[in-house]
């Protein structure tokens, strides 16, 4: 099951956060929370994770300071 761990506020910020998990080895998906905004940069995303992954990316996060 895919877990939400993160809202970006931008795609910017989803692409760097994604960059991150996937070069640590984390699976990640991305999704827009208003999908009628897809092509706005300024769209709000959600950034989820395999739930036996979470706390692991949570740490990513963390240790990363984004």
């Known amino acids: 099951?895919?877990?939400v761990i993160y809202m970006a506020q931008s795609k910017e910020i989803?692409?760097?956060l994604?960059?991150?998990l996937e070069s640590r080895g984390?699976?990640?998906?991305v999704r827009p929370v208003n999908k009628k905004d897809i092509d706005d940069k300024d769209c709000c995303y959600?950034?989820?994770v395999p739930e036996s992954e979470v706390e692991q990316a949570h740490d990513i996060i963390i240790d990363a300071e984004l």
Do not use: F, G
């Open 1 to 3: 099951m895919w877990t």
């Open 14 to 16: 989803v692409e760097k």
């Open 18 to 20: 994604q960059a991150l």
């Open 46 to 48: 959600e950034v989820l």
């Open 26 to 29: 984390i699976l990640v998906k």
